[in-house]
């Protein structure tokens, strides 16, 4: 894939679980030489690590809720700190409440930025739960699968990098996935509200086929970032 080149830019990617954030943030990555930033593979890490920020995280991230900001905040903020981030970056799955939003905007405008889009990724929530309950992504590329949506062309040979070895989130299961859904209502689906007051916001239909979706957002991106 050819790497367009832009300013650096701050994109957030909102959605509920499912709806294909991950997958079209590694998208993006690849395109438009962005830096993929994903507070769930961050909190995973710390988890997978046993930091005192993992072991207080875990409970929670079983459970289908939001860990509090405070953890959330200063391992993003660690994150942002590394000087590939100067790139531009895509937030998978941040910001999540609005006390993340307004945290976001408080470190960004120490530095003179902005946010430079929010790209909501609208979905049906029936569909959500299944998606979420049969997803697995390869555990050396991590390219995404899903048990009936989307297998390996060869069963059990990732198509990418040709890996056998594939992972399951402890987390995508449907009584989690339910618990995630009802979070996202709740505590996230309001800074759709928060970003378009601030004039940065866009829709994207996100129940297509995902080239589709990848191009809409693209194209999206090439607009906000020129
Ligand atoms: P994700 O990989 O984005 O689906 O996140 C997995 C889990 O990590 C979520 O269900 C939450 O428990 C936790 N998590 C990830 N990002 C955040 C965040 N920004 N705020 C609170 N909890 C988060």
């Given at each position: 894939m050819t790497e367009v080149t832009t300013r650096p830019a701050v994109l957030i990617l909102l959605g509920p679980?499912?709806?294909g954030k991950g997958t079209q943030a590694r998208m993006l990555e690849e395109r438009f030489g962005l830096v993929q930033l994903s507070t769930g593979d961050l909190l995973r890490a710390a988890v997978a690590a046993g930091t005192e920020a993992g072991r207080a995280a875990q409970s929670v991230m079983e459970a289908g809720g939001l860990v509090s900001d405070d953890i959330v905040l200063a391992i993003l903020k660690d994150r942002m700190a590394?000087?590939?981030?100067a790139k531009g970056v895509i937030l998978d799955g941040?910001?999540?409440t609005a006390g993340q939003a307004a945290a976001l905007d408080a470190l960004l405008a120490a530095e003179g930025r902005e946010v430079t889009a929010a790209i909501s990724l609208e979905v049906d929530d029936a569909a959500m739960i299944a998606r979420v309950a049969g997803r697995y992504t390869?555990?050396?590329?991590?390219e995404g699968y899903h048990d009936q949506f989307k297998t390996p062309a060869i069963a059990g040979?990732?198509?990418?990098?040709?890996?056998?070895a594939f992972k399951r989130r402890a987390d995508d299961t449907a009584e989690t996935a339910g618990a995630r859904l009802a979070a996202y209502h709740a505590q996230t689906a309001p800074l759709i509200a928060y970003y378009e007051g601030k004039g940065v916001l866009e829709r994207i239909?996100?129940?297509?086929?995902i080239e589709e979706i990848s191009a809409a957002l693209s194209s999206i991106v090439s607009r906000v970032s020129a």
């Open positions: 679980p499912g709806a590394e000087p590939d981030v941040f910001p999540r390869c555990a050396t590329c991590g040979t990732c198509d990418k990098c040709g890996g056998t239909d996100a129940m297509g086929a």
